[in-house]
C-alpha cells in the first residue's frame, strides 16, 4: 500500500481507518476469535477469497491496524507483528530457509539473534556461516551454492559497527539470495527498508518504535521485491504460483506464523501503534543526546574508549553518514580500562537504569559481558566486540544536561 | 454480461472495454494492490491486470493472503 503521506504524518495516520464512534485511537479488539453469520462467510475467508478475521492468532484488527502503519514506514509492502523481535527473526528465516540450507550472518549480531542461529537452527539442519559485515569481499566469497538468506544488522549491537547495506544487499542480489536486515537499532526513521535496499525486515519493535519501555514486540516487513521464483526456492513455487510478488508474505501468514504462533496480543498492538507516533521526535532527540553524552566521554580522563558512529573518528562515521545522514542513533558503548571500574560506574549512575533493554525514553546502561553475552567464550564475545570493561548506554530523551551530569558524577566513582 | 466471481454469478454491464484492472476498481476490490486475480483457472500476473479484457461467462477469483486458511 503505498501513500501521499510524508513520514512523520505516516507514523500517526498511517492505515488508520475511523474506529467505533469516532474514536481516533485503534481499538482494542481484545477477542480471540471473530464470528460469521453464515456457513459460506468463514469458508470464504479461508478460502481467501474474501478479507476476514478468523482467530487472534493468525490475525487481529488492532494487530492489523499497526502492520498496515509499520509497511508504510518502511516504503510500502506488507508486515506481520509478532510476540517480539526474536519471533519475527524466528518466523522470518524459518519462513527462507530449510533443513541444509545455510545462513551467512553478520558476526557482529545482537546476542539473541548469535543464538538463534548457532545454538538452536542448528539442531534442525540449518547451519550459519557468520562473517564481517564490512568486508565486503569476505562476505561475496562467504557465498555458496547452499547459502539462501544474508541476515544482518543496520548497526551491531553492542559492536556498533555500520556495514554498508545497499552494497550488501547489490552483493545478495546478485547471488539469487535476499537480504533480511534487522534494523532495530535504527528504526526506520534513521532509514526505510526501500533505502537500505532490504527486501525483508525482521525487528524487534519494543525499543524505538514502542519507545518507553512498556511492550515486547516484533515485526517482519515484506517489501514485495525479491523474486522468490527461483530454483533455489523451491518451497516457494505454489506462494509464488499464486501471490507473485507477496510469496513471502503468503508463505509467511499462510504457513510458518500460522503454525509456530507467536502472536502478538492486541493491548500490546495497540500500545505500539501509541508509541510510534512519536518516533520522529523521540528518535531526534535520543541522536542529539547519544551526541553529547559520546562526545563528553570522549574528552573523559577517566575513560579509555568511546564508540559511536556520529563521532568523526569513529571508523563507522563516513558509512553512518552516507545511509544514515546526520542522525547516529542513541546507542552507545565506552569502557574505563576493567571490569570493577565499570561495575563502578553502572552502580554511582542515579538516573540511568540499569538494565537489559534499549530504545526507552529513559537512559539505560548494561554492561553485556557480565550479563546478556555472559554466556558466550572470549572467543564469541571477541567476535560481537564485547570487552570486559565495555558499558553499553541506550541514551534517552531526557534533558542531555542531567543525562551528562549523571555520567560525571558516575565517573568521580572510579 | 454475466459472469462468475468467487463462485457467486454476478450480473455486469456490457463494457468490451472492460479489464481486470478496471473491474477491480468498479467493484471496489478490498486491498487491490495485493489481490491474486485467478481468471479462468490461471493466476494472472500483475502486470497482466490491465492488458486481460473480461467477457461474458468469465470465470474470476478475488483471492488473499490475509485470511486463515491454507493455500
Same mark, same amino acid.
Given at each position: 500500500m503505498k501513500s501521499e503521506l510524508k513520514f512523520d504524518s505516516l507514523l500517526i495516520h498511517g492505515g488508520s481507518e475511523p474506529g467505533p464512534a469516532g474514536a481516533t485511537s485503534v481499538p482494542i479488539v481484545q477477542s480471540s476469535s471473530f464470528a460469521y453469520p453464515t456457513a459460506q462467510g468463514l469458508e470464504d475467508v479461508f478460502r481467501g477469497r474474501a478479507i476476514g478475521q478468523v482467530y487472534t492468532r493468525i490475525g487481529n484488527p488492532t494487530t492489523e491496524a499497526l502492520e498496515k502503519r509499520l509497511a508504510l514506514l518502511e516504503g510500502g509492502g506488507t508486515a506481520i507483528a509478532t510476540a517480539s523481535g526474536m519471533a519475527a527473526i524466528t518466523t522470518a528465516v524459518m519462513t527462507v530457509v530449510r533443513c541444509g540450507d545455510e545462513i551467512l550472518a553478520s558476526s557482529s549480531l545482537f546476542g539473541g539473534t548469535f543464538s538463534l542461529f548457532r545454538d538452536t537452527l542448528s539442531n534442525?539442519?540449518? @547451519? @550459519?556461516?557468520?562473517?564481517?559485515?564490512? #568486508?565486503?569481499?569476505?562476505?561475496?566469497?562467504?557465498?555458496?551454492?547452499? %547459502?539462501?538468506?544474508?541476515?544482518?544488522? /543496520?548497526?551491531?549491537?553492542?559492536?556498533?559497527?555500520?556495514? #554498508?547495506?545497499?552494497?550488501?544487499?547489490?552483493?545478495?542480489?546478485?547471488?539469487?539470495?535476499?537480504?533480511?536486515? #534487522?534494523s532495530t537499532v535504527t528504526s526506520p526513521y534513521l532509514a526505510t527498508g526501500a533505502r537500505l535496499k532490504a527486501d525483508i525486515l525482521a525487528y524487534s519493535t519494543s525499543k524505538y518504535i514502542n519507545g518507553t519501555g512498556t511492550t515486547i514486540g516484533g515485526a517482519i516487513v515484506d517489501r514485495g521485491v525479491f523474486d522468490w521464483n527461483s530454483p533455489k526456492f523451491p518451497h516457494f513455487e505454489a506462494?509464488?504460483?499464486?501471490?507473485? &510478488?507477496?510469496?513471502? %508474505?503468503?508463505?509467511?501468514?499462510?504457513l510458518v506464523h500460522k503454525d509456530l504462533g507467536a502472536c502478538p496480543a492486541p493491548l500490546n498492538s495497540f500500545?505500539?501503534?501509541? !508509541?510510534? &507516533? @512519536?518516533?520522529?521526535l523521540r528518535m531526534e532527540r535520543h541522536c542529539s543526546n547519544a551526541l553529547t553524552l559520546a562526545r563528553f566521554l570522549a574528552a573523559h580522563p577517566k575513560v579509555a574508549w568511546?564508540?559511536?558512529? !556520529?563521532?568523526? #573518528?569513529?571508523?563507522?562515521?563516513?558509512?553512518a553518514k552516507k545511509l544514515y545522514g546526520t542522525r547516529?542513533?542513541?546507542?552507545? /558503548?565506552?569502557? /574505563?580500562?576493567?571490569?570493577?571500574?565499570?561495575?563502578?560506574?553502572?552502580?554511582?549512575?542515579?538516573?540511568?537504569r540499569n538494565l537489559a533493554n534499549i530504545?526507552?525514553?529513559?537512559?539505560?546502561v548494561i554492561h553485556p559481558a557480565s550479563t546478556i553475552c555472559a554466556d558466550y567464550c572470549a572467543e564469541d564475545k571477541a567476535l560481537m566486540g564485547v570487552t570486559e570493561d565495555l558499558i553499553r548506554v541506550s541514551v534517552g530523551i531526557e534533558d542531555p544536561q542531567d543525562i551528562v551530569e549523571d555520567f560525571t558524577r558516575a565517573l568521580e566513582a572510579v | 454480461m454475466k459472469v462468475t466471481i468467487n463462485g457467486k454469478e454476478t450480473a455486469l454491464s456490457e463494457n468490451p472495454a472492460r479489464t481486470i484492472d478496471s473491474l477491480l476498481e468498479e467493484l471496489d476490490v478490498n486491498q487491490r494492490l495485493y489481490v491474486t486475480v485467478e481468471f479462468n483457472g490461471e493466476v494472472l500476473d500483475r502486470t497482466e491486470h490491465e492488458t486481460t479484457p473480461v467477457a461474458d461467462g468469465d470465470t474470476i477469483e478475488f483471492l488473499y493472503f490475509m485470511g486463515g486458511g491454507r493455500s
Open positions: 534442525y539442519g540449518i @547451519t @550459519t556461516t557468520f562473517v564481517d559485515p564490512l #568486508d565486503l569481499e569476505a562476505v561475496a566469497a562467504a557465498i555458496n551454492d547452499r %547459502t539462501r538468506l544474508l541476515f544482518v544488522e /543496520t548497526v551491531g549491537n553492542p559492536k556498533l559497527d555500520v556495514p #554498508d547495506i545497499p552494497a550488501l544487499a547489490d552483493i545478495a542480489h546478485a547471488a539469487g539470495i535476499p537480504i533480511m536486515v #534487522d506462494f509464488h504460483k499464486k501471490y507473485r &510478488q507477496f510469496a513471502f %508474505t503468503a508463505r509467511v501468514r499462510k500500545l505500539l501503534t501509541e !508509541g510510534v &507516533q @512519536t518516533l520522529a568511546v564508540s559511536y558512529p !556520529g563521532l568523526e #573518528d569513529s571508523p563507522h562515521h563516513e558509512v547516529f542513533g542513541g546507542l552507545l /558503548t565506552f569502557g /574505563t580500562g576493567d571490569k570493577p571500574s565499570a561495575f563502578k560506574v553502572i552502580d554511582n549512575l542515579a538516573m540511568a530504545g526507552d525514553a529513559k537512559t539505560l | -
